[in-house]
């Protein structure tokens, strides 16, 4: 007998066990794959400027538990109202993640069955973020415009007193001299 007679021969007395892989397989994949309901996922990558950006959670995101504390951010009850109604539809918190890439790139997507709307999602998603994230250094920035306003009306008050305006008059004439 022949090497090719042999072969096909053996082939012939394994055809089950060949049957399987090459043809009962891939149709069976096949059919669970348009089985399935469609999935669509929009990312946003934000970029962390550690130089300028004074949040201790962001100094070091890729420390442990920093991602973690951003995750707890990202998935807050407030944020994910928030998001819903400024992108016109409910979001599943368990269909948002939150990736940190490396030290300077966190990664936010969110999945869902319906194209439609999906980059106004992750975006109201990302500028929601970053405004939870750097809420706290926005309060201090606010407490010192404050406490600054406050110094300035207390200023502007002694300018306008009747001492000040004497004090004024007088070194003006003391000028004209």
């Given at each position: 007998?022949?090497?090719?007679?042999?072969?096909?021969?053996?082939?012939?007395?394994?055809?089950?066990?060949?049957?399987?892989?090459?043809?009962?397989?891939?149709?069976?994949?096949?059919?669970?794959?348009?089985?399935?309901?469609?999935?669509?996922?929009?990312?946003?990558?934000?970029?962390?400027?550690?130089?300028?950006?004074?949040?201790?959670?962001?100094?070091?995101?890729?420390?442990?538990?920093?991602?973690?504390?951003?995750?707890?951010?990202?998935?807050?009850?407030?944020?994910?109202?928030?998001?819903?109604?400024?992108?016109?539809?409910?979001?599943?918190?368990?269909?948002?993640?939150?990736?940190?890439?490396?030290?300077?790139?966190?990664?936010?997507?969110?999945?869902?069955?319906?194209?439609?709307?999906?980059?106004?999602?992750?975006?109201?998603?990302?500028?929601?973020?970053?405004?939870?994230?750097?809420?706290?250094?926005r309060l201090?920035i606010e407490?010192?415009?404050?406490?600054?306003?406050?110094?300035?009306?207390?200023?502007?008050?002694?300018?306008?007193?009747?001492?000040?305006?004497?004090?004024?008059?007088?070194?003006?004439?003391?000028?004209?001299?």
């Amino acid at each position: 007998m022949s090497n090719g007679l042999l072969v096909l021969a053996s082939a012939w007395r394994y055809r089950k066990e060949l049957l399987l892989p090459t043809v009962l397989l891939p149709v069976l994949m096949a059919g669970y794959t348009l089985s399935q309901p469609p999935s669509y996922t929009a990312t946003a990558l934000l970029q962390v400027d550690t130089a300028r950006n004074k949040s201790p959670l962001l100094q070091e995101i890729d420390r442990p538990g920093h991602g973690e504390a951003l995750n707890r951010i990202l998935h807050g009850e407030s944020l994910l109202q928030d998001t819903a109604h400024d992108a016109g539809m409910r979001l599943d918190p368990r269909r948002v993640r939150l990736t940190v890439v490396n030290d300077k790139l966190i990664q936010i997507a969110y999945t869902s069955p319906q194209e439609m709307g999906l980059e106004g999602v992750v975006d109201a998603l990302a500028s929601n973020f970053i405004y939870e994230v750097l809420a706290p250094e926005r309060l201090r920035i606010e407490q010192r415009l404050t406490a600054t306003a406050q110094k300035l009306n207390g200023l502007k008050t002694k300018l306008n007193s009747p001492e000040a305006v004497t004090a004024q008059a007088a070194d003006v004439a003391r000028l004209r001299l």
